[in-house]
């Protein structure tokens, strides 16, 4: 057996574990699944170098490129479960998946549908060190206002604890490999269960989705939101799903999907025109 025929060999056999790890993990979620979609999504399933979880388990994700005939697609970048125990937004980004092996889309997409495994399996916002993902981020003011912030706000809520250090954690880490590696126009985190779309971009007039309305929580040190679009100015809306109801009624949020495509392209026009009159 030469060497290449080797490693062929062994690159088919991890392709093959991942899929069948990808099935498996996007299966146990809370709602139904199209298993023949399911599958076919997951035999695409990839995985960056540096996404594994604190407790090791692999973080994969699912590409899907834009139409050929599309002139200029945008890339938007999907992460879920970014806290562990908000389970409707990996079921969300599962029926996503599942959608976008079935449509030609506009846009180029990659999904991230379990970023927090370790908070999954012990069904907690934290990962497995205790910290919450989505206060880690490396924003300019973590130094000098995230622990603070916790202290102070939060009254040293365990929930909401941004880690002894900006990207400290194994998650945060690979979440920031995706934003390198994929270059994202417009960036989603879906979380549950305040009910809400909360965009941190430019101005633009609020989607026609009745079910979710458009409002502005407002971000924090070392959030993803404060991360991307107050310190890289690009565009962040995190989907703030009702915490009940969801699962059960998957394919009214395909329509959101779209949507989401729609304020990709309108964020880009708008920073465009502006950096034109810079």
Not at 8 to 20: P, V
Not at 160 to 171: L, M, T, V
Not at 248 to 263: A, H, V, Y
Request: positive net charge; contains cysteine.
């Amino acid at each position: 057996m030469t060497f290449l025929f080797f490693l062929l060999l062994t690159s088919t056999a991890f392709a093959e574990n991942l899929s069948d790890f990808c099935v498996s993990s996007l299966k146990a979620l809370p709602g139904k699944t199209k298993n023949g979609e399911l599958a076919a999504a997951c035999a695409k399933a990839a995985q960056l170098e540096s996404c594994v979880s604190e407790k090791g388990v692999r973080i994969f994700h699912y590409d899907r490129a834009a139409r050929a005939t599309e002139k200029e697609p945008k890339k938007i970048l999907v992460f879920a479960l970014v806290h562990g125990d908000e389970f409707p937004s990996g079921s969300v980004a599962r029926s996503w998946i599942e959608r976008l092996g079935l449509i030609e889309p506009r846009n180029s997409w990659r999904v991230v549908p379990i970023l927090n495994p370790d908070g999954l399996k012990n069904k907690t916002r934290m990962n497995a060190n205790g910290v919450d993902v989505n206060r880690n981020f490396p924003t300019k003011d973590w130094d000098e206002k995230a622990l603070k912030y916790w202290e102070k706000e939060t009254k040293k809520d365990p929930r909401r604890y941004p880690g002894k250090s900006a990207a400290s954690e194994k998650e945060t880490i690979c979440a920031l490999a995706h934003i390198d590696d994929f270059q994202p126009d417009l960036i989603l985190s879906i979380h549950t269960p305040y009910g809400v779309l909360d965009f941190d971009g430019p101005k633009i007039a609020p989607p026609n989705f009745p079910r979710i309305p458009w409002k502005n929580l407002g971000n924090y040190p070392g959030s993803l939101g404060r991360y991307m679009w107050v310190d890289k100015s690009k565009p962040t809306l995190t989907i703030e799903l009702h915490g009940k109801g969801v699962v059960e009624k998957l394919e009214e949020f395909d329509r959101l999907q779209d949507i989401t495509g729609d304020i990709a392209i309108k964020s880009e026009k708008i920073l465009r025109s502006k950096d034109k009159k810079k």
